[in-house]
């Protein structure tokens, strides 16, 4: 099942289910996503239900599935990026068993083909390429198996991030604000079930083309995290109850052969400039910039639809 919501003026705009072909939809029987997400058990075999998709879907019309939520939790679960960085960087690797995680900015969610406003191309404009998941309501201590009934929906992440200002953020010890705006999400929110066997051990087993500027920049695959997002769930849930619409990010989609796949943020590259050349070659975005993105599985089917938007000056 595919879930998305129509922009109507509101805050949180309009629940619609999505036809398989992605080119109809038909009004949910919840008004908008939260209130799906907090309904989930009671709602599920209604949005289930036979449905006729009577109406023409218009992907500019969407917002975000979710335009804002009560919790924004990411992740960084690839360990090919994080080694990359600490390289670049010339700091130690990160030595822990648990998952890396920070609390980001949740209370706007960019729709999948909105402009983003930057006051300023010297901070460093990125975009970064994710997965994420959104649960219903998972209690305190859930185990990782546990936390695996709890993620209803998979969506797609755009995180932006403005590097000049990430290191100064990193070095107070505190975490990130400035360096972290709101993300973008991808059209369609998706239940699991709607990858079929791309969804394994709690990881989306699909590449993620990135194109910036029309020019194809990565296809890295989502299988290689180093936890799953049941584990980034039951990390999250380890001393607080999670609220139904809570959004787990998986962080920087990587891959280890990042030389053959390419990458899902420019800092990545960089990072490989830096390595091989000496020096960072590729600079950051520009105003006017166009970055895309698409989570593809092996026929080149895009079950969360694309991301599509411009850098402006905000």
């Given at each position: 099942m595919r879930l998305a919501t129509l922009r109507d003026g509101s805050k949180d705009g309009r629940l619609v289910t999505v036809s398989p072909d992605g080119l109809h939809y038909s009004p949910a029987p919840a008004r908008t996503m939260q209130l799906a997400l907090e309904q989930w058990q009671s709602i599920a075999p209604d949005l289930w239900a036979d449905t006729k998709f009577e109406e023409p879907l218009d992907?500019?019309?969407?917002?975000?599935?979710?335009?804002?939520a009560w919790q924004w939790l990411d992740g960084s679960a690839f360990?090919?990026?994080?080694?990359?960085?600490?390289?670049?960087?010339?700091?130690?690797?990160?030595?822990?068993?648990?998952?890396?995680?920070?609390?980001?900015?949740?209370?706007?969610?960019?729709?999948?083909?909105?402009?983003?406003?930057?006051?300023?191309?010297s901070l460093g404009i990125d975009f970064e390429g994710e997965f994420g998941?959104?649960?219903?309501?998972?209690?305190?201590?859930?185990?990782?198996?546990?936390?695996?009934?709890?993620?209803?929906?998979?969506?797609?992440?755009?995180?932006?991030?403005?590097?000049?200002?990430?290191g100064p953020e990193m070095k107070?010890?505190?975490?990130?604000?400035?360096?972290?705006?709101?993300?973008?999400?991808?059209?369609?929110?998706?239940t699991p079930d709607e990858l079929g066997a791309n969804w394994r051990n709690g990881r989306v087993c699909l590449d993620l083309n990135v194109a910036w500027n029309?020019?194809?920049?990565?296809?890295?695959?989502?299988?290689?995290?180093?936890?799953?997002?049941?584990?980034?769930?039951?990390?999250?849930?380890?001393?607080?109850d999670l609220v139904?619409?809570?959004?787990?990010?998986?962080?920087?989609?990587?891959?280890?052969?990042?030389?053959?796949?390419?990458?899902?943020?420019i800092a990545e590259r960089r990072g490989i400039e830096v390595i091989d050349l000496?020096?960072?070659?590729?600079?950051?975005?520009?105003?006017?910039?166009?970055?895309?993105?698409?989570?593809?599985?092996?026929?080149?089917?895009?079950p969360f639809g694309t991301i599509a938007q411009r850098v402006v000056r905000g």
């Open positions: 992907v500019s019309a969407l917002s975000a599935p979710l335009p804002r360990q090919s990026h994080g080694d990359l960085m600490c390289q670049v960087l010339g700091m130690d690797p990160i030595e822990t068993t648990v998952p890396l995680m920070y609390q980001g900015v949740s209370d706007t969610f960019y729709g999948p083909l909105d402009d983003v406003k930057f006051p300023d191309e998941v959104i649960v219903d309501a998972v209690p305190m201590g859930a185990t990782a198996a546990q936390a695996m009934h709890h993620i209803k929906l998979i969506v797609q992440i755009n995180d932006w991030s403005l590097r000049a200002l990430a107070t010890g505190f975490g990130w604000v400035q360096a972290k705006p709101p993300c973008t999400m991808a059209p369609f929110a998706i029309g020019a194809h920049f990565g296809s890295a695959n989502g299988e290689p995290m180093g936890h799953g997002f049941h584990e980034l769930v039951a990390h999250a849930a380890r001393t607080r139904p619409g809570t959004v787990i990010g998986s962080g920087t989609v990587s891959n280890a052969n990042f030389r053959e796949v390419g990458s899902s943020c000496g020096e960072a070659k590729t600079s950051f975005m520009k105003f006017g910039d166009s970055v895309r993105m698409e989570g593809v599985d092996a026929q080149g089917r895009a």
